[in-house]
């Protein structure tokens, strides 16, 4: 069965900090990866997605995505963050394009 | 363009009450339709995927069932709640052709009380 794992729970930056937050998923065939992003009081929204081809995927406000098959990964990277960053961030996986697994979000908080 | 709709948005409910969340899309055919919980500390757990009309998967066994009894149209239920049926409960909707990419409604705030 599919499963997603996010390392941190909970992770606090000041502005202009790098940011790494970790995605592993276990599942053995090909699979479709996302990061998607909640801002306080806002709905779920994309912020990318890997289908294939090039693993480092980029997606909006300068986030990007590196899919490395071999440790079954899937970090999401900011080189610096921003103040309206502060969300709750989550990794998903689907197989087979039927069932999408969400891991169980990382809240970053960054301080101005 | 596609939009979903999820009502209603806040629902305050006694114990042992029954319990019909509805969830509609607009704008595309058949698909993949979900209904998950989301829980501080938990993220999105999956609770039931439907791939077609009368085809629901279970993933958490629980108190909750679900249905689908139009091609977009997507039910949750449940006989009788419990306190712990308590939740966030978010629709969500994707086609295979965008590899399984979702699109969520705007969530139900379910107390049970």
């Known amino acids: 069965a599919q499963s997603v794992s996010q390392h941190n729970h909970h992770v606090i930056l000041s502005e202009a900090a790098s940011l790494e937050l970790g995605c592993n998923y276990s599942?053995?065939?090909?699979?479709?990866l996302f990061w998607y992003v909640q801002y306080p009081g806002q709905h779920l929204q994309l912020l990318l997605k890997?289908?294939?081809?090039?693993?480092l995927v980029k997606g909006i406000k300068g986030f990007e995505a590196e899919f490395i098959k071999s440790k079954f990964s899937f970090n999401l990277r900011k080189p610096s963050v921003q103040w309206s960053d502060t969300a709750e961030y989550f990794c998903a996986v689907n197989a087979r394009g039927n069932k999408l697994v969400f891991g169980a979000g990382t809240i970053l908080r960054v301080k101005s | 363009s596609q939009t979903i709709h999820q009502w209603p948005a806040t629902l305050v409910q006694p114990v042992g009450s029954p319990l019909s969340l509805e969830c509609t899309v607009e704008?595309?055919?058949?698909?993949?339709l979900y209904w998950y919980r989301q829980a501080a500390g938990r993220g999105l757990q999956l609770l039931f995927y439907?791939?077609?009309?009368?085809?629901i998967s279970s993933e958490v066994p629980q108190n909750l069932s679900a249905s689908r009894p139009q091609d977009r149209q997507f039910i949750l239920s449940s006989k009788k709640l419990l306190l712990s049926d308590s939740g966030f409960y978010l629709c969500?909707?994707?086609?295979?052709?965008?590899?399984?990419?979702?699109?969520f409604g705007q969530g139900t705030r379910l107390t049970v009380v």
């Open positions: 599942y053995g065939g090909t699979v479709n």
């Open positions: 890997y289908f294939s081809g090039d693993p």
């Open positions: 704008g595309t055919s058949n698909p993949n």
């Open positions: 969500a909707w994707s086609v295979l052709r965008d590899r399984g990419e979702a699109f």
């Open positions: 439907s791939v077609g009309i009368g085809q």
